[in-house]
């Protein structure tokens, strides 16, 4: 069975883009989570979407949002970017909303 | 917020001797879960305890949970150089939560 991707690996964007990051969960699994890890604030967590709806929202700003769709694939925007958006976001997916497999992430730096 | 902190935030031991981390966790459980990052990659999982259970086993992991304490322990015995990672402890955020919470993390150093 696949494992969770991750598309793309590596982002560069610039102050007041916006990007948007994209991932497909493992065949069968209907929940999708999105975290954001920096070295200051370590792992944390965006948004948790199952069946294409959002059932837990972390503590961040407006200007993150995602999506998942009839698939299960999801996507995670990110507008107007800050200096303090690079990180390493990871998604994750789940059969059973607890363990949770990770992908390999996608690292953006906005300069 | 973290819900979970691990202690010590980092650990270098020579290999094959043990390495122990120890995670605190604020509010009840229904579980709680160790996974293991290499790097600057995804996470990997390692190991979930029930809130029922006080110590779980697989290969050379160790889990212990003491819930009147709030607090967790991971041991690896007989560490190798691949074991070289950061740790991390999580638990959902409450009954009925999909949030996933994670501790800082303890970043293990295998020496060979």
């Known amino acids: 069975k696949a494992g969770v991707t991750q598309t793309p690996r590596y982002l560069i964007k610039t102050r007041g883009q916006q990007v948007t990051l994209s991932c497909s969960p493992i065949?069968?699994?209907?929940?999708v989570s999105w975290y954001q890890q920096t070295p200051g604030q370590g792992l944390q967590f965006l948004f948790e979407?199952?069946?294409?709806?959002?059932?837990n929202k972390g503590n961040f700003p407006g200007r993150f949002s995602g999506r998942q769709f009839s698939n299960s694939r999801s996507e995670m925007n990110v507008s107007t970017l800050e200096l303090g958006d690079s990180a390493l976001y990871l998604c994750?997916?789940?059969?059973?909303?607890?363990?949770?497999?990770f992908g390999a992430g996608t690292r953006l730096s906005v300069l | 917020s973290q819900q979970g902190e691990e202690d010590p935030q980092a650990l270098s031991i020579q290999e094959g001797e043990n390495a122990t981390m120890n995670c605190s966790y604020k509010?009840?459980?229904?579980?709680l879960q160790w996974y293991r990052q290499n790097s600057g990659r995804g996470l990997v999982h390692l190991i979930l305890?029930?809130?029922?259970?006080r110590e779980k086993h697989s290969g050379r992991l160790r889990v212990t949970l003491d819930t009147s304490k709030k607090s967790s322990s991971l041991l690896i015995t007989a560490s190798r150089a691949a074991d070289t990672a950061s740790y991390f402890c999580?638990?959902?955020?409450?009954?009925?939560?999909?949030?996933?919470?994670f501790g800082k993390g303890t970043k293990l150093s295998v020496i060979p």
């Open positions: 994750a997916s789940s059969a059973d909303s607890n363990i949770q497999y």
């Open positions: 065949s069968g699994h209907r929940s």
């Open positions: 979407y199952f069946s294409e709806t959002q059932r």
């Open positions: 509010t009840s459980i229904n579980n």
């Open positions: 305890i029930r809130s029922n259970e």
């Open positions: 999580a638990s959902y955020s409450g009954a009925g939560s999909y949030q996933l919470t």
